[in-house]
T-cell receptor
Framework: DGGITQSPKYLFRKEGQNVTLSCEQN?????MYWYRQDPGQGLRLIYY???????QKGDIAEGYSVSREKKESFPLTVTSAQKNPTAFYLC????????????FGSGTQLSVL | SQKIEQNSEALNIQEGKTATLTCNYT??????LQWYRQDPGRGPVFLLL?????KEKRKERLKVTFDTTLKQSLFHITASQPADSATYLC??????????FGKGTSLLVTP
């Protein structure tokens, strides 16, 4: 089945720890995105990538890092510099930036211990 | 600053009625606008895309209107069913940039 796979579903972070959220797609999409969602809030863009080995900061990139070494994969690292990391993280992909719909993964809930 | 505003109050309606959700935006010149459905603990699912030169678009029981003068989109679900209960998100962007989303409107359809 084609789609986007996020793992893990739930993740816990200790103080001062970096954690990495996985996002893999087999849709052959060029563009991939990371959004953060807080309770009762809309989705806020963290980073996006239009092509392999290139990515751009979104509205709330501070405290996060990404890589795009393969077309299929766009992992997100939540660093210790992100002081309020508890949120629901959503990965998405599209055929390219612009007039395309987004396909979302099922999300990762990150909580701080 | 750019804003996408959706009804913050949850919308409760009876089964069989038409639900109407509103999306207003400021400081965007979108070529298109999209609507998504999100269930609790899940990722959003794409429903409809309407372009700036389209006044209305339909898909089964769904209808979307787009008024670029009023800077507003209306999303209608006719003959609503309890299974339509979810949060509905409006999304748009300036051409060439990633999508920005509203906070969503929660819809509850009761039997």
């Amino acid at each position: 089945d084609g789609g986007i796979t996020q793992s893990p579903k739930y993740l816990f972070r200790k103080e001062g720890q970096n954690v990495t959220l996985s996002c893999e797609q087999n849709l052959n999409h060029d563009a991939m995105y990371w959004y953060r969602q807080d309770p009762g809030q809309g989705l806020r863009l963290i980073y996006y990538s239009q092509i392999v080995n290139d990515f751009q900061k979104g509205d709330i990139a501070e405290g996060y890092s990404v890589s795009r070494e393969k077309k299929e994969s766009f992992p997100l690292t939540v660093t210790s510099a992100q002081k309020n990391p508890t949120a629901f993280y959503l990965c998405a992909s599209s055929t390219g930036t612009g007039d395309e719909k987004l396909f979302f993964g099922s999300g990762t809930q990150l909580s701080v211990l | 600053s750019q804003k996408i505003e959706q009804n913050s109050e949850a919308l409760n309606i009876q089964e069989g009625k038409t639900a109407t959700l509103t999306c207003n935006y400021t400081n965007y010149s979108p070529a298109y606008l999209q609507w998504y459905r999100q269930d609790p603990g899940r990722g959003p699912v794409f429903l409809l895309l309407i372009r700036e030169n389209e006044k209305e678009k339909r898909k089964e029981r769904l209808k979307v209107t787009f008024d670029t003068t009023l800077k507003q989109s209306l999303f209608h679900i006719t003959a609503s069913q309890p299974a339509d209960s979810a949060t509905y998100l409006c999304a748009l962007s300036n051409s060439g940039y990633a999508l920005n989303f509203g906070k969503g409107t929660s819809l509850l359809v009761t039997p």
